[in-house]
């Protein structure tokens, strides 16, 4: 059990924290070279003790953000306390920049739109008409923008499109819910103080977007119910105006899921009825109608619209480039 620590932070500190977080690869490295942190984080179950959650939790109980060796001896010092808390927990890190990513495949859905999303932790990902798009070329220069109906937001989702850039369309939500097994209530400061930490330190830009997403969530909470995903959908397509187009997300929660509970909760998704928007890696699951032409782009994850990948995109949404050939009038 030690090897797969071993394996899996060794990883992380290779492939995933450089560029986002100094502190974030040096605490992974410092665990895949520790047989005795090892130990200690192989006391977690699984599915819990992925990088990013097991640092925001020790954070969060209070370890400073230094060195590893001054981490690892607040972690050795508190380990039963970090193990129990990490078991409770999962990794809601919040992102709305993936909305940027997720724009083009809703832009796609003739609206007004029911939106739906699951795993939604505190619903940031429930305001895509709040907030402001800027979309870039690889070059840095503004391709075009977006704005809410009110005019420019607070929070301002900033991307690189490669490629041709398909009809983009600011969608008409009227109704929004979600559900996650532990939602976050912004308003709550305990809650927001979880969200926040879930940052990676390093992430300033990306702090500021989620504090600011999040004033918007506690000024019109949206409904966020408790509960397995695939247990609790059917009460929420029951609820959702019959009037407006039912749209499901999921936005980087399948990935978490073990691969029974994630194939069924893409069944009950297509058995609901409601168009399907998401982004995944795109060999995580048998959910794509195809993953023929997918460039495989290092570090891409494919954005689907019904099972069809229509895009390639960074998981966070900060790039994304389109298929050609798919665009709204095959929706």
Do not use: K
Not at 84 to 105: D, F, G, H, K, Y
Not at 151 to 179: C, D, H, K, N, Q
Not at 233 to 243: H, N, T
């Amino acid at each position: 059990m030690t090897d797969a620590v071993r394996e899996r932070y060794d990883r992380f500190a290779r492939e995933e924290a450089p560029g986002r977080s100094a502190v974030y690869a040096e605490w992974a490295a410092g665990v895949a070279a520790d047989a005795e942190m090892q130990a200690v984080l192989s006391r977690i179950p699984e599915q819990h003790r992925q990088p990013p959650l097991v640092f925001a939790v020790t954070r969060l109980r209070g370890a400073p953000v230094a060195g590893y060796a001054d981490w690892r001896a607040f972690v050795l010092a508190h380990a039963g306390e970090i193990v129990s808390e990490c078991a409770r927990r999962t990794v809601q890190a919040n992102e709305p920049l993936r909305l940027a990513a997720l724009l083009p495949a809703l832009s796609a859905i003739d609206g007004p739109v029911a939106l739906l999303e699951l795993g939604a932790a505190a619903g940031l990902c429930l305001f895509p008409d709040r907030y402001s798009y800027r979309f870039l070329g690889e070059d840095g220069t503004e391709r075009t923008r977006l704005d809410p109906a009110s005019g420019p937001s607070r929070v301002v989702l900033t991307t690189v499109v490669r490629g041709a850039l398909p009809p983009l369309r600011m969608p008409e939500v009227v109704w929004r819910a979600g559900i996650d097994l532990s939602p976050v209530d912004v308003r709550d400061a305990a809650d927001r103080a979880w969200l926040e930490t879930l940052v990676w330190p390093g992430e300033d830009e990306r702090a500021g977007r989620i504090a600011a997403a999040a004033d918007i969530v506690a000024a019109d909470p949206p409904l966020l119910l408790a509960g397995d995903a695939a247990q609790r959908l059917g009460d929420l397509v029951a609820s959702a105006p019959p009037q407006a187009t039912l749209v499901t997300t999921t936005p980087g929660v399948l990935v978490y899921l073990p691969r029974e509970a994630r194939q069924a909760l893409i069944g009950a998704i297509r058995s609901s009825g409601a168009r399907w928007v998401t982004i995944d890696p795109v060999r995580l699951h048998e959910g794509w109608s195809s993953q023929e032409g997918w460039s495989g782009r290092e570090g891409a994850f494919a954005v689907g619209l019904d099972g069809d990948p229509v895009a390639d995109a960074d998981p966070l949404g900060r790039w994304w480039e389109w298929r050609a050939g798919v665009g709204p009038d095959r929706a």
